[in-house]
């Protein structure tokens, strides 16, 4: 197995980004043992939206110095690289692998999936998109009908003025990305960043985005006391309501992956207004009857342990059962030093977090990326901070998108 090239850089002019980090790769791929690709064929690049301005020369930079190289990936208010993120600061995040050609196709706006090679069949697909795009859920349900699969990877660009997204172009709105055939082996995972406050219940009664009745009773009620204010006005509860959130579940999902923690499909969507009148309460969403949906707040403690979790997932599903005494010492060491190792078959990995996760959220900054380093090892990772995740054919909220590349 070879692992990914990657690299990173911070520096207030991209072009010296770029070299910095292009140096970077050409010593993995020079080196003489070998453990890195030699000749990459697929590209991402995530860059600060402080290069927005200059993402054009950009991607010319990068077409230049590797050429023949497709080229996917995004903007960010803040870039995730191997245990380490870039918040708020001018940086650029690379990685480069070498897929069989027929086993990806890049597309966007201008090339649809839907107009892919003859031959190609898209198995999954990683997504990145404007957050102001019309219908983007709709779309995004779209896309996952052209994978036979149907599952999705990825987010929404994100930017203080201009989000954009790279895909053998630079590209505004709309949906573009990468997908992949079945021959490329990728693990997935869905990490929460929030914690139920109280039960899940059923939507009884609803309009468009407005929920009136969960199980029956008001659902303003129902909220007021998940939040011990019940019996109290509600304007006066209004500093609490800011703070809490709303995970829905379709009604075909599981809500809850384990007692007091929201399972993958959970969407975690804003509360945007009470209606103290008829006992509703107004989300950032659309409802339909019979959706499960439970109150909830961020809680950084249960978003750690939700990080490991599926860390320890995918290690358990990529790892043999079964190992060699001296692979299972070699492994031993690895993960002291935190160095990859073939076992492990992880050529590179993919993290996609919500931007209200970044910097302190975790206690520090970086410890976010730390935690998934610490699980992993130190194996080639490129990312960003989006504005919204994409998993499966669904949007979510204040969580992380982990897809790791296998051998």
């Not at 292009?22 to 043992?33: F, G, S």
């Not at 059923?202 to 009620?221: F, K, T, Y």
């Not at 599903?317 to 492994?331: R, W």
């Amino acid at each position: 197995m070879k692992l990914f090239a990657h690299a990173h850089a911070t520096h207030p002019d991209w072009r010296m980004a770029v070299a910095l980090a292009a140096a970077q790769i050409e010593a993995q791929r020079a080196d003489p043992a070998g453990l890195h690709i030699r000749q990459p064929t697929l590209g991402w690049a995530y860059f600060s939206d402080h290069y927005a301005p200059q993402a054009q020369a950009l991607l010319a930079e990068l077409q230049q110095r590797w050429p023949g190289v497709s080229w996917v990936g995004a903007s960010g208010i803040g870039l995730a690289a191997n245990g380490v993120e870039y918040f708020d600061e001018p940086a650029l995040v690379l990685m480069l692998a070498d897929l069989p050609r027929d086993q990806f196709c890049v597309f966007s706006g201008a090339r649809p999936l839907s107009q892919a090679p003859a031959g190609f069949k898209a198995a999954t697909a990683q997504v990145h998109a404007d957050g102001r795009t019309a219908d983007l859920g709709e779309l995004i349900a779209d896309m996952s009908e052209l994978t036979q699969t149907g599952y999705l990877f990825g987010g929404l660009a994100s930017a203080r003025t201009q989000p954009l997204q790279l895909a053998d172009g630079v590209f505004e709105g709309g949906l573009s990305g990468v997908a992949f055939g079945p021959e490329v082996v990728l693990v997935s995972r869905v990490t929460q960043g929030c914690q139920p406050i109280g039960p899940v219940r059923h939507v009884s009664q609803g309009e468009r985005n407005v929920v009136n009745q969960l199980d029956g009773e008001p659902a303003l009620e129902c909220l007021l006391r998940d939040l011990g204010v019940s019996g109290r006005e509600p304007r006066e509860a209004l500093p609490r309501i800011r703070e809490t959130l709303a995970g829905l579940i379709d009604r075909s999902d599981d809500a809850l992956s384990r007692p007091g923690q929201f399972g993958a499909d959970t969407r975690v969507r804003h509360l945007v207004g009470i209606d103290p009148a008829r006992g509703g309460v107004a989300l950032s969403d659309e409802v339909e009857e019979g959706m499960q949906l439970a109150f909830c707040r961020r809680d950084t403690e249960a978003a750690r342990r939700d990080l490991v979790r599926i860390c320890s997932e995918i290690r358990e599903e990529l790892e043999p059962e079964t190992l060699p005494v001296e692979t299972a010492l070699a492994l031993q060491g690895a993960e002291a030093d935190h160095a990859p190792h073939p076992a492990r078959r992880i050529a590179g990995a993919i993290y996609v977090s919500c931007v209200g996760r970044g910097g302190p959220h975790f206690g520090a900054p970086s410890a976010e990326l730390a935690i998934i380093r610490r699980a992993l090892g130190d194996v080639p990772l490129a990312g960003f901070f989006a504005s919204g995740e994409i998993a499966r054919r669904h949007l979510y909220g204040y969580t992380g998108v982990l897809t790791v590349f296998s051998a």
